[in-house]
Nanobody
């Protein structure tokens, strides 16, 4: 089992940047694909980005390509989401998640979420 804790959310103006972190408890972090999802008020949760177990292969939703960057440090059991050129529509609760497969769905473990608010 993997326990995930996100941090780094906050309030930022449009065009600004934030870096989210997700720390994992457990010795098997490197065996999981890690992903980031978000859920805005009144909307369904959506995929944002994922990164392979090795950290070599990222995957992004079209809405964040070129603005967001996912990375991981397996020695620190941490995955990151660097968010640049933020837009008001990026406002959401952001969740990190772990999966045994490399995909945009079927994630088994979830964090509690961190709020990101982008003001116009």
């Amino acid at each position: 089992q993997v326990q995930l804790v996100e941090s780094g959310g906050g309030l930022v103006q449009a065009g600004g940047s934030l870096r989210l972190s997700c720390a994992a408890a457990g010795r098997t972090f490197s065996s999981y694909t890690m992903g980031w999802f978000r859920q805005a008020p009144g909307k369904e949760r959506e995929f944002v980005a994922a990164i392979s177990r090795s950290g070599l292969t990222p995957l992004y939703a079209d809405s964040v390509k070129g603005r967001f960057s996912i990375s991981r440090d397996n020695a620190k059991n941490t995955v990151y989401l660097q968010m640049n050129s933020l837009k008001p529509e990026d406002t959401a609760v952001y969740y990190c998640a772990g999966s045994k497969s490399f995909s945009t769905a079927n994630y088994d473990y979830w964090g509690q979420g961190t709020q990101v608010t982008v003001s116009s």
